[in-house]
């Protein structure tokens, strides 16, 4: 059979052509016309197929889209000016291996930037192991226990803030309380004020870390002062302060009792300890109580932390639907997330799905945009498997493609979608076999 470029067969040829075409018709590759290699999606979609996202930081598993490994710092990324904000959210179904990489991140972490101090909130109870294993305190936070935290304690900061920060601090951290006490979002104007010179008063009398049970007895008998203060008089105070005191009174004799009702128990070095674990699982059954512990622990930490500020820090609420189901709390981690950026110290959200949040609001109030702020104008988002009925709203709030929607459906566990600023890598999430035993949360299941 004659070849050659140019050569064009003629009868027997054409049908050798077309036994040819057929032959190869039979063993033609399968695979649907929108497959192919990164290499020719980067020739395809250049501007959105990028590189990798040049972050120092520890390795975490394999890029699918930039290729090679994938490596991540939440101080890194900010620093480099992939985000505006050093905050993170990881959402998705359950046992598809949110905590696990969390705990991954910051055991792989910890050995690169030994100097950073991390706190953990853990509601569950899931992080002792780890927290053992790298050497950091872990406080048991229990009624009838023998660790306290005051919530009002700003430990290291007190010297290292201006007295107006420290107390909006403070001021911040009740309100936050009470609220969550009397069952509302935010507290009046007037309530505010009242908790913002009661606590100024504590403060300039003497006393550096005020408690609950200080705040109660000032309520429950304020200086003639307060009421001028306040520009009213001790008839229109005494009503005024009603509430408050009654929710105050009720923290201290409940809710918290044995908790954050006294001076803090911690003698922890801030300055050279390399983290710390608050487990709150023994309140798992109160939930109330639980969201006003998290709200106090939360309040201890960052003020606590504030004091600083040549080390970053780092802080990680686990199952924080938990806490966001609370618009109290949302507002108050939403207010501290704002001051991160000033006292390097960044935070991760551990969540199930973002509507979490829109079923405890879902009427488009201005409670329902604050809770669902936290986590849409979060810079960095990590998604892994969605359920179908989560898939709408990514849609709509955090403005994901069609596509990558679609893909959230079938991710495996341990493969998330990383939304780092403008940025989108798939990775494939390694767990090595030495560390399962210390980011498993299946123990209680099938045995230590």
Known sequence: MPSGRGHRPGGAGRDAGRRSTAGFARHRLTLPRDLATTAHLCVLYPGRIGARLGVAGAFLGGNRLGGGGFFFDLHEAYREGLVQGPNMVLCGAGAYGKSAIAKTLVYRSTALTPTRFTAVLDPKGEWARLGEALGWAVLRLRHGGDVRVNPFDLGPARAAAADEDLLTHRVGVAAALVAIATNRTNLPAGERRILHESLRLLTTAGTPDPTLPDLRRLLAEPPASLADDLNTTSDELADRRRPLLDAVALLVEDDLRGICDTETS??????????????????????????????????????????????????????????????????????????????????????????????????????????????????????????????????????????????????????????????SAIVDHVVAPWEWDLCDTDHAMIGS
């Open 266 to 423: 911690v003698d922890l070095d801030w300055a050279r300890a390399p983290g710390l674990i608050v487990d709150l699982s023994a309140l798992l059954s109160r939930r109330r109580t639980l969201r006003l512990v998290l709200a106090a622990a939360a309040g201890w930490l960052q003020g606590a932390m504030y004091g600083s500020r040549d080390r970053h820090k780092l802080t990680i609420v686990d199952e924080a639907w938990m806490a966001l189901e609370d618009l109290a709390i949302t507002r108050f981690l939403q207010d501290q997330w704002r001051l991160g950026r000033q006292w390097g110290a960044a935070n991760i959200l551990i969540t199930h799905a973002l509507s979490d949040l829109r079923s405890q609001v879902d009427d488009g109030s201005a409670a329902a945009k604050i809770a669902e702020g936290l986590l849409t104008t979060t810079s960095v988002r990590v998604f892994l498997h969605q359920n179908p009925e989560q898939i709408r709203g990514l849609l709509a709030d955090l403005g994901l493609t069609s596509t990558e929607a679609t893909l959230l459906r079938s991710l495996q566990p341990f493969q998330a979608l990383w939304k780092v600023g403008a940025q």
